[in-house]
Structures are given as C-alpha cells and as structure tokens.
Nanobody, 124 residues
Framework: QVQLVESGGGLVQAGGSLRLSCAASGRTFSSYRMSWFRQAPGKEREFVSTISWSGGSTYYADSVKGRFTISRDNAKNTVYLQMNSLKPEDTAVYYC?????????????????WGQGTQVTVSS
C-alpha cells in the first residue's frame, strides 16, 4: 500500500510560480511511475505530467509544456511539480498519482494510488 500526500498549493497571481510536492510512503517508491493530474470545477481530471522511476524520462501535456517541470527525489520518496508562468486556466486541484505497471498513461484509471489533492488558484 502506498500513501501519497500533496502540498504546496495556494493562491498566486498570474505569472507567478508554485512548487508542489508529493510525499509517498512505502519502500518501493523508486519503482513507481509518478504523474501529476489536475481537475478544475466541472471538468474531468486531466493529465499534466509524468516521470519515470529513474527520473530520466518525462512528458508534459501541451498546455503546460515549457512552464512546468516534474522531478523526483527517490531518496526522499518525493515527486515535485515546479509551476512557472502560471495562468488563471491553471486553477485546479492538483493530484499526484502512482502507477505500478510497466509503461505509463494519461488515463487516470491506469494509476493505482492517488493523493488527496492540493488546491492551486491563479488570479488574473
């Protein structure tokens, strides 16, 4: 069993930055594919970014490419999402997710474990 706890959300003005963290329990964190998703009110949960177990491979949604950076520290069982040049349309609850299967997916149903989410609000 893996428990994920996000932190770092908050209120920021457009153009600002936030750094989200997701701390994981469990001794096998380094073997998990880790991803970030977000969900705005009235919308479906959408993929934001993913990182391989080694951190050597990352992928981003087009909407955040060039502005967000995903990283992980396996020694600290933590994955991060650095968000720069934030826009009002980035406002959402951000979730981290862990997948145990080989490969990865932008489909939320592929993932095995989820955090409780952290609110990010970007004002114009």
């Amino acid at each position: 069993q893996v428990q994920l706890v996000e932190s770092g959300g908050g209120l920021v003005q457009a153009g600002g930055s936030l750094r989200l963290s997701c701390a994981a329990s469990g001794r096998t964190f380094s073997s998990y594919r880790m991803s970030w998703f977000r969900q705005a009110p009235g919308k479906e949960r959408e993929f934001v970014s993913t990182i391989s177990w080694s951190g050597g491979s990352t992928y981003y949604a087009d909407s955040v490419k060039g502005r967000f950076t995903i990283s992980r520290d396996n020694a600290k069982n933590t994955v991060y999402l650095q968000m720069n040049s934030l826009k009002p349309e980035d406002t959402a609850v951000y979730y981290c997710a862990a997948g145990v299967a080989t490969g990865w997916s932008t489909d939320p149903t592929w993932y095995n474990y989820w955090g409780q989410g952290t609110q990010v609000t970007v004002s114009s």
